[in-house]
């Protein structure tokens, strides 16, 4: 009797992967920016930013490198360029001086919100009846798929 989990093999997984992840990406191009925020020069590593803003809420240049897996000074950048802009607002934070908090702009909030919380409310559907391990490895995959293409194509 093999011990054995079922699953199904490594060209079958190919074959649905390669089905599959064109229409996540048509799906997500599909994702219309909002009126209000096309005249905005937002590239996709802005998204993630104001996606992490989105599911996180405001927070520190420190803390959204961190997340966005970038040095400081790329999110400082990124952070005056969008500022400069109005989507998003620089303030003190009030238990230290000191540091900086970035937030999404009042008058944008609501519909970067409506934009980009989908994808978070989607992730969290799917992720949700997976145990932590299941979920490690789902995130360890996709990264390490992104990390080979970027290794193929750079």
Not at 13 to 37: F, I, T, W
Not at 105 to 123: C, F, M, P, T, Y
């Amino acid at each position: 009797m093999s011990t054995d989990v079922p699953g199904i093999g490594v060209e079958e997984g190919v074959r649905s992967l390669l089905l599959l992840m064109p229409r996540v990406v048509g799906r997500a191009k599909k994702m219309r920016v909002p009126e209000e925020l096309q005249s905005f020069s937002l590239a996709p590593r802005h998204l993630s930013l104001l996606a992490n803003l989105v599911f996180e809420g405001p927070m520190t240049v420190n803390d959204l490198a961190a997340r966005l897996e970038v040095a400081p000074t790329t999110v400082s950048l990124m952070v005056g360029d969008l500022s400069r802009q109005g989507v998003l607002e620089r303030r003190s934070d009030e238990k230290d001086r000191r540091r900086t908090i970035v937030a999404i702009a009042a008058v944008h909030e609501q519909s970067v919100n409506a934009w980009l919380g989908g994808g978070a409310r989607a992730w969290r559907k799917v992720l949700e009846p997976l145990d932590a391990e299941q979920r490690r490895l789902f995130v360890a995959t996709l990264r390490a798929y992104e990390q080979e293409l970027a290794a193929e194509h750079d």
